[in-house]
């Protein structure tokens, strides 16, 4: 029986160990059939040529020299320079608020009236008893002054003398208690008139017109509080500094690598989330504490920081916020620089590549510094088989683009890059 009839026909007739007898046949001719058919075609292929490996291009640039400073970094937040609460001072009725809440207010201006009337009568009231006391020490006066004649005439007895010398004394220390009272009337009625004590950015009113409000000697915490006012211009930015850091920094100063900051001279460069990378606004330093804390181990600074307002919108810096600061440490310095896409990554370490003379890649070992906007900083580089590290050369051909194409040793198609 041929292949095709017993593919197409079946086993027939046939035993069972004759079909699979022809089974086991088939398979062997055609497996034999297989293997000649690959060593003829083996055979062939060592004839032909591998074609050649393809170049990978890439881009290529010098790397940047700029000038850079060294920072710290911090986060902080803004307070307002000056608070103030503004409290009544006498009791009596609200009659009158003279401020709009969340606005700005100027030193002076009038902000809340007190039912003025009570405090007038006061006044009124004191003016009498001044000119009452007034006149009767006057009079008094005269009396004594008429029996200091008649005694020198011996008319008159050396205790009639006494007495008036007495009474116009008396006479005068009255004077002087209603004086008091009514410099202390007009204190009174002019604290019916609450101004601003300093400009700023005022709150919300925490009492409405026709309240009863409470006063109090000097503003005292049992007084009602009215509203509050925070300064807006300069603001005061807090941060902490850690111990290490200070350490690190009077040591730098000791070893003369920095100089030491004079009063009043250390700048601060803020940011906010909407400067992205940007540190556009500056300060300076007014106060260090004076002991580190040692529940966290840092010690408290203080920065003014102008906040001017600007023709449209509101201020920059509002209470409250927090803010990104870096601290500038020593003079500019020179220094190398590459774009940061044209650093890889292995295992911690950072490396980049350069094309040599003969347009071969070869991996650098970098220690990397201060990172400059898309630029960072090259500290040093360091190639395979050398014994220490060396400093980025300014005419060395940096692959910018098609990092991820590169091996080193190979040969690159390098392009230099548009300038």
Same mark, same amino acid.
């Given at each position: ?6 593919l ?11 079909? $699979?007898?022809?089974v ?6 055609a ?6 058919t690959?060593?003829?075609m083996g ?9 050649a ?9 010098v790397?940047?020299s700029?000038?850079l ?18 409290r009544?001072r ?7 608020l ?18 003025p ?5 006061d ?6 008893d001044?000119a ?14 008429r ?9 008159s007895?050396?205790?009639e003398?006494q007495?008036?010398?007495g009474?116009a ?17 007009e204190?009174?009625l002019?604290?019916c008139q ?16 026709g309240n ?15 509203t509050?006012i925070?300064?807006v211009?300069p603001?005061?930015? $807090?941060?902490?500094m850690?111990? +290490? ?7 730098a ?7 030491v ?15 992205? +990378?940007?540190?556009p $606004? ?8 004076n ?5 966290t ?10 906040n001017?307002k600007?023709e ?13 600061i ?29 094309? +040599? ?8 070992n970098a ?5 400059d ?11 395979s ?8 050369q300014a ?10 194409r590169v091996r080193s040793?190979i ?5 230099a890059?548009?300038?």
């Amino acid at each position: 029986m041929g292949l095709t009839d017993f593919l197409f026909e079946g086993p027939g007739k046939m035993s069972s160990e004759d079909f $699979l007898l022809t089974v086991r046949r088939y398979f062997c001719l055609a497996l034999f059939a297989c293997i000649g058919t690959s060593s003829l075609m083996g055979c062939g292929a060592s004839d032909a040529v591998a074609p050649a490996p393809m170049i990978p291009e890439v881009t290529v640039s010098v790397p940047a020299s700029r000038e850079l400073v060294d920072y710290e970094y911090f986060t902080g937040r803004i307070e307002p320079k000056e608070k103030i609460e503004l409290r009544a001072r006498t009791s009596g009725h609200l009659v009158k608020l003279h401020f709009q809440p969340g606005t700005e207010v100027q030193k002076d201006d009038l902000l809340v009236e007190i039912d003025p009337q009570p405090f007038e009568t006061d006044l009124a009231s004191a003016t009498a008893d001044l000119a009452q006391a007034e006149a009767r020490h006057t009079k008094l006066q005269g009396s004594l002054k008429r029996i200091e004649a008649a005694r020198a005439k011996g008319a008159s007895t050396e205790e009639e003398l006494q007495t008036a010398i007495g009474d116009a004394a008396e006479a005068a220390a009255a004077v002087d208690v209603a004086k008091a009272a009514k410099k202390t009337a007009e204190i009174n009625l002019g604290y019916c008139q609450l101004k601003a004590p300093i400009s700023g950015k005022i709150g919300d009113r925490m009492m409405d017109e026709g309240n009863l409000v409470t006063g109090g000697p000097s503003g005292a915490f049992n007084s009602t509080l009215l509203t509050t006012i925070v300064a807006v211009d300069p603001v005061t930015v $807090l941060f902490d500094m850690d111990e +290490n850091t200070l350490v690190r920094l009077q040591q730098a100063i000791r070893d003369g690598k920095l100089e030491v900051p004079a009063e009043n001279s250390i700048s601060v460069e803020l940011g906010l989330p909407i400067h992205q +990378n940007q540190y556009p $606004l500056k300060g300076v330093v007014r106060f260090i504490n004076n002991q580190v804390d040692s529940r966290t181990g840092t010690i408290l600074i203080k920065a003014d920081v102008p906040n001017p307002k600007p023709e449209t919108g509101g201020r920059v810096l509002t209470a409250g916020m927090f803010t990104r600061i870096r601290i500038p440490i020593g003079k500019p310095r020179s220094a190398m620089l590459v774009p940061e896409a044209a650093l890889g990554s292995d295992q911690g370490s950072r490396f980049l590549f350069v094309v +040599n003379k003969d347009k071969k890649a070869v991996r650098l070992n970098a220690e990397v510094g201060l990172l400059d906007g898309d630029m960072r900083e090259i500290v040093s580089v360091k190639a395979s088989g050398e014994s220490e590290s060396r400093p980025l050369q300014a005419d060395e051909q940096i692959v910018v683009r098609g990092i991820q194409r590169v091996r080193s040793g190979i040969e690159v198609a390098a392009k230099a890059t548009d300038q």
